[in-house]
């Protein structure tokens, strides 16, 4: 997926670098492990040689880290708009991951812009664990669905974040809705209600979220489950929420409008 992300160099004083961008897959367990092999199964090791092609070489930055940059382009395409040059001073146009390598010291430093954390690689030691550079060491930082770290069956798309507690359950979250006394499975589909109406003229309320459900007997339904606020969503008139078990609290949890 598109994750943004800058591949540079320390330059001048501390906390000053200078590099290029990088467009797919920039978060630690696509690009970093993709630097780290570059660097030592490529380049043996050798930083400044492996700086020369990922930065010097190939100034208008990558498609593909590695792979497929934007100066010499396997077929034709758009240019990419941000120009050549990230710094220090100029990181903030949707860039979620920095990578800095320092040659003075042998080290990588890893940014997650999104949680402003900062981590510290040593290139001579032994490869890291990608997930936890990426995540934290406890997934404090993580945006997977827990499955992805083996804590729930891929059923489910409950967050990392939601399951281990890192934020309260949402909306988002929920598994199930009941309404006068039936219980319907959440699909995952659903649109706001205005929109709908003006699309197909259905009559629903205005300013509700509008979720296509499952029936118990199979059939899928369009029920108004939300009403929309400036705050937030909040469960329509009548309709309960339920949301999955979670580490801290191993029963199902329902809110009531």
């Not at 208008?60 to 940059?69: K, L, N, R, T, Y």
């Not at 499955?147 to 949402?170: D, F, I, M, Q, V």
């Not at 108004?224 to 606020?229: E, S, W």
Request: with cysteine; glycine share 8%.
């Amino acid at each position: 997926m598109s994750t943004r992300a800058v591949i540079a160099r320390v330059s001048g004083t501390e906390g000053e670098f200078r590099g290029v961008y990088s467009h797919w897959d920039g978060y630690p367990t696509n690009l970093g492990k993709r630097l780290w092999k570059i660097l030592h199964d490529q380049y043996q090791g050798d930083l400044a040689e492996a700086l020369r092609f990922l930065i010097d070489a190939h100034t208008a930055g990558w498609s593909v880290a590695g792979e497929e940059c934007y100066c010499h382009p396997k077929r034709k395409r758009e240019p990419e708009p941000f120009g050549n040059w990230f710094t220090h001073e100029n990181t903030e146009r949707d860039i979620e991951w920095i990578y800095i390598f320092n040659e003075e010291n042998n080290r990588l430093y890893i940014r997650d812009v999104g949680n402003d954390a900062e981590m510290i690689v040593e290139l001579s030691g032994e490869e890291p664990d990608w997930d936890k550079i990426e995540c934290g060491e406890n997934l404090e930082r993580c945006s997977h669905y827990a499955w992805r770290h083996n804590l729930l069956p891929k059923t489910s798309n409950l967050s990392t974040a939601a399951y281990l507690g890192y934020r309260k359950l949402e909306f988002r979250d929920a598994i199930a809705y009941i309404i006068a006394g039936k219980r319907y499975v959440a699909t995952g589909s659903g649109g706001n209600s205005d929109h709908i109406r003006r699309m197909t003229g259905q009559n629903f309320p205005s300013s509700v979220w509008v979720a296509t459900v499952q029936a118990a007997n199979g059939k899928r339904i369009d029920l108004p489950v939300a009403t929309i606020t400036k705050d937030g969503y909040l469960p329509y008139q009548g309709v309960t929420w339920v949301f999955p078990p979670t580490q801290n609290n191993p029963t199902e949890t329902e809110v009531k409008s």
